[in-house]
Nanobody, 114 residues
Framework: QVQLVESGGGLVQAGGSLRLSCAAS????????MGWYRQAPGKEREFVAA????????VYAHSVKGRFTISRDNAKNTVYLQMNSLKPEDAAIYYC???????WGRGTLVTVSS
């Protein structure tokens, strides 16, 4: 069983930055592809970014490309999401996800004021 715990959310002004963390339990974290998703009120959960376990290659949603950076530290069992130039439309609950085991964290709330 893998547990994922997100942290780092909060209130930030538009144009500001936040760094989200997702700490994972379990000894096989380094073999999971990890991703971040988000869900805004009244909207469906959407993909934000992902990082592979093989070569740490990354992929981003078009809406965040160039502003967000996903990274991982396998020694710390942690994946990060650095979010810069935040916009009000980035406000959501951000969830961490592990693939292929399909585990989800409980999320961390990001609020962006205009």
């Amino acid at each position: 069983q893998v547990q994922l715990v997100e942290s780092g959310g909060g209130l930030v002004q538009a144009g500001g930055s936040l760094r989200l963390s997702c700490a994972a339990s379990g000894r096989t974290f380094s073999r999971y592809d990890m991703g971040w998703y988000r869900q805004a009120p009244g909207k469906e959960r959407e993909f934000v970014a992902a990082i592979s376990w093989t070569d740490s290659s990354t992929v981003y949603a078009h809406s965040v490309k160039g502003r967000f950076t996903i990274s991982r530290d396998n020694a710390k069992n942690t994946v990060y999401l650095q979010m810069n130039s935040l916009k009000p439309e980035d406000a959501a609950i951000y969830y961490c996800h592990a693939d292929p085991v399909d585990y989800w964290g409980r999320g961390t709330l990001v609020t962006v004021s205009s």
